[in-house]
């Protein structure tokens, strides 16, 4: 009769000894690879106490403090809130009727949830100029809030550094367009010996408070904002300044059946290229770049591109958005 000879489980000391050494060098390569990873990303960013004083605190976010604490870039806080902005504005300008972008150098002192507009009267508003001036018009906005500017036209006109973006929506207010939300694009340079070096980004958007039921001003319902420092550490001239930037903001393509009025400057027709309806490219700051410094652009006037190729390699947060995406 054969017998089964009983055979203790477990591991022999030899093959423990083996195990144990293999788990060692595979331990010890991650650790060596999670250490290089982690030294390869940038430290948390400073923050930075930055004097926007309480007249833009207000405009801005409601507060009265005269300094935001701010991240300085690359912000991943920030980024975080960016992502979210990005998701809002995508849905905003998806069931929007119309989309503006209007261009100013200073504050925004204008929010209304509605706009009136007589449909009898009142003129096709198929540009951005048309809705710049018929607010003007019919609102009573100063016409120094907004700037009257087409697209960057190599005419020497600089090129505004802040924007507002109207959303309008369908209205149930007789005799009144709906705006559904504001978007605020704001860049504020400080440059004095007292101040911290850089520049101050936001996008804000503004839209009714969940409790309205009637008109009123838009309120701020949240946005990002991060420090830029200058691109050359310790800057000692204006020629060093200019050449950080974040402009243009955006640029519109206008339909390419108004190639046949021929324009002065003749550059503005390089962005008639829309074919059925006008069109944006728009730009946002984006809080993981490091610094707005200068971007090669090679491109010739005649190109429309050569309007905003620089603008690509400073931000990640870049929109197409039709002038009407509803129709």
């Known amino acids: 009769m054969n017998r089964r000879v009983h055979q203790p489980g477990g591991f022999t000391s030899v093959e423990l000894l083996l195990v144990l050494a293999l788990s060692a060098v595979i331990l010890g390569g991650a650790v060596v690879s999670y250490g290089t990873l982690i030294r390869s990303q940038p430290s948390v960013s400073s923050m930075v106490a930055v004097p926007l004083g309480a007249t833009r605190s207000q405009n801005f976010y409601g507060t009265l403090s005269a300094t935001v604490d701010v991240g300085m870039a690359p912000q991943y806080g920030a980024l975080a809130l960016a992502e979210e902005l990005r998701e809002q504005f995508l849905a905003d300008t998806l069931s929007a009727t119309a989309v503006y972008c209007l261009p100013r150098d200073g504050m925004n002192t204008w929010r209304p949830s509605v706009i009136a507009y007589n449909t009898s009267t009142d ?6 100029q048309k809705f710049r001036a018929h607010i003007i018009a019919r609102a009573g906005v100063s016409s120094s809030l907004y700037r009257d500017y087409r697209n960057p036209l190599n ?3 600089l090129v505004p550094q802040n924007a507002s973006i109207f959303v309008l929506g369908y209205s149930k207010y007789a005799g009144y367009l709906k705006v559904n939300a504001i978007y605020d694009i704001d860049l504020i340079r400080f440059t ?5 070096n850089g520049t101050h980004a936001s996008v804000k958007r503004y839209a ?8 009123s001003s838009l309120s701020y319902m949240g946005g990002y904002d991060v420090f830029y420092p200058p691109s050359i550490p310790s800057p000692t001239s204006a020629a060093q300044w200019s050449t950080d930037g974040f402009a243009p903001l955006f640029v519109t393509f206008e339909r390419a059946s108004r ?3 021929r324009e002065t400057p003749t550059t503005i027709d390089r962005f008639k ?10 730009w946002w700051p984006d809080p ?14 005649t190109d429309p591109r050569q309007a905003y190729n620089q603008m690509a390699g400073r931000s990640s947060f870049m929109f197409t958005v039709p002038m009407f995406p509803a129709l």
């Open 273 to 282: 290229r829309a074919y059925e309806r006008p069109f944006y490219f728009i």
């Open 123 to 128: 003129d096709e508003l198929d540009t951005p």
């Open 155 to 157: 005419d020497g006109t």
């Open 259 to 261: 190639l046949a009025l």
């Open 192 to 196: 004095g010996s007292k101040e911290p």
């Open 208 to 215: 009714d408070a969940t409790s309205s039921l009637t008109p």
């Open 288 to 301: 993981a770049a490091r610094h707005l410094g200068p971007i090669a652009n090679t491109f010739s006037s």
